[in-house]
């Protein structure tokens, strides 16, 4: 039996009964209908996850306090974790600040995995003295994409550019 699970399911584990009614030959060779009830529990993954160090248990990337006038970066990883085999074309990176720079690449290489990508966020050393350290006040960044299971990826950014 193969189960197929519809695409638009939230990422985090489920449980569901599925109900079979078969009709088979018994014992006397005589059609009888038989009724299974099968519990079927799994986990469906993130449609894109995001691999590197400087996350938080919430996948929150945290930069910390950053000095003025220096430019501070961090490198990710992208995993699309699909069986479908589907590029992802971003159609737009929105951000919050408008000042952070972000980029995403295929990740290269000869021996490079399809799915997985590059990712850089930028605080660029013009940043203005700003605060986005609290959960009320973060910065954002959000991926949207064409690809059927990843239309779009918000990820949360923890920084404070100060005066030193």
């Not at 006038?69 to 929105?94: A, P, S």
């Not at 408008?98 to 690449?105: A, N, R, S």
């Not at 954002?140 to 005066?163: C, G, M, N, T, W």
Request: charge should be neutral; glycine fraction near 6%; aromatic fraction near 8%.
């Amino acid at each position: 039996m193969r189960l197929t699970l519809p695409a638009n399911l939230p990422s985090g584990p489920f449980e569901e009964t599925v109900f079979l009614k078969l009709k088979a030959l018994n014992a006397d060779q005589e059609m009888e209908e038989y009724t299974y009830n099968l519990r079927v529990k799994g986990k469906v993954k993130k449609g894109l996850t995001v691999i590197g160090h400087g996350l938080d248990e919430r996948g929150i990337v945290e930069f910390g306090f950053l000095e003025r006038g220096v430019e501070h970066q961090r490198k990710y990883k992208l995993k699309i974790q699909d069986t479908v085999d589907f590029d992802l074309r971003l159609q737009e990176i929105q951000k919050s600040p408008d000042f952070i720079k972000v980029t995403v690449v295929p990740t290269p290489g000869v021996d490079s995995v399809k799915g997985l990508y590059d990712l850089t966020i930028t605080i660029p050393a013009d940043a203005p003295v700003c605060n986005f350290m609290t959960d009320e006040k973060l910065g954002q960044v959000r991926l949207i994409s064409d690809h059927p299971r990843v239309k779009e990826f918000p990820l949360a950014l923890r920084f404070a550019v100060r005066d030193e």
